[in-house]
């Protein structure tokens, strides 16, 4: 999913979403990027599950 920062407003980044759709978001998420920057938004199924073990694994050890 591509956006894009649309603009700045105080504490926020407003950001356009391919479908149209505009979000705040905390500037600090930005804080390389300038108005009218477009980024690359994509779920990594490897590395979620990568995770989801990890947490499971520590999960069962503090559990036993």
Known sequence: MKIIIDRF???YAVIEAED??????PKGLFHCCSEGDVL?????????????ESVK???D????
Do not use: A, W
């Open 9 to 11: 407003e105080g504490e």
């Open 20 to 25: 149209g759709n505009t979000y705040n978001v």
């Open 40 to 52: 690359t938004l994509e779920f990594d199924e490897e590395e979620t599950k990568k995770r989801r």
């Open 57 to 59: 694994g520590l999960m």
């Open 61 to 64: 050890k503090l559990f036993k």
